[in-house]
């Protein structure tokens, strides 16, 4: 069982559209949570992230962790073409290292 | 706003040449990394980096790679005998915090090996 895995899309949707991006996890060790957006030939952009279970929200974005399930969550309400990227889910048990999922390639049409 | 930058943006070398692959992390951040992105692939963990030594690596930093921080500012990878399947985006990041969370990435050197 692959450490973390997500869903590699790709993900079309039309402009205002609710996103939803997952990744799950086998590492239960895992603690850090974090949403990274990446352009096309471009390091990754820190999004968000998220300390163990629960929400957290910014903006658009919302963040969503369920440690009990090893499912996490990113939602983008009001969805715009200016968020046609790839989207990264990574995590960290806590020892200075992050283990990147495959990353959904989202295209959000006008 | 601060930010990581990485030079060269894109190196080619030969098979079995050595490259140096240079980061200037944000100023007041205290932990370094290296990560590395074949085409097409997950971003990949190699090497974090505190204190002047390293603090964790991964099964991908082998005796071929080596960091270091020569300076006050700089943050480098040295690849010693390339090999075609170094060929990649090789990524610098760093953070304020401990724990491996909030990392802040540069742009990405790409290194094709011939």
């Known amino acids: 069982q692959k450490e973390v895995e997500q869903d590699p899309g790709p993900l079309s949707v039309p402009e205002g559209a609710i996103v939803s991006l997952n990744c799950t996890y086998s590492?239960?060790?895992?603690?850090?949570f974090m949403w990274y957006r990446q352009y096309s030939r471009k390091g990754p952009e820190l999004l968000m992230y998220t300390y163990s279970s629960g929400n957290k929200e910014d903006g658009r974005f919302t963040a969503q962790v369920d440690k009990s399930s090893k499912y996490i969550s990113l939602f983008i309400r009001d969805s715009q073409p200016s968020d046609s990227a790839t989207y990264l889910c990574a995590m960290s048990a806590g020892h200075n290292d992050m283990r990147f999922g495959a990353g959904t390639r989202l295209t959000v049409k006008p | 706003e601060p930010e990581v930058t990485q030079t060269p943006s894109h190196q080619v070398t030969q098979m079995g040449q050595e490259v140096i692959l240079r980061c200037v992390p944000i100023s007041n951040h205290l932990y370094f990394y290296w990560y590395r992105q074949i085409l097409g692939q997950k971003v990949e963990f190699l090497v974090s980096?505190?204190?002047?030594?390293?603090?964790?690596k991964s099964e991908i930093f082998d005796d071929q790679f080596s960091v270091e921080r020569p300076d006050g500012s700089n943050f480098t990878l040295k690849i010693r005998s390339t090999k075609l399947e170094d060929s990649a985006m090789y990524f610098c990041?760093?953070?304020?915090?401990?724990?491996?969370?909030?990392?802040?990435f540069g742009p990405g050197t790409r290194l094709l090996v011939l």
């Open positions: 590492n239960s060790a895992f603690q850090y």
């Open positions: 990041a760093s953070t304020a915090t401990s724990g491996g969370r909030d990392q802040y």
């Open positions: 980096f505190y204190n002047n030594e390293i603090s964790e």
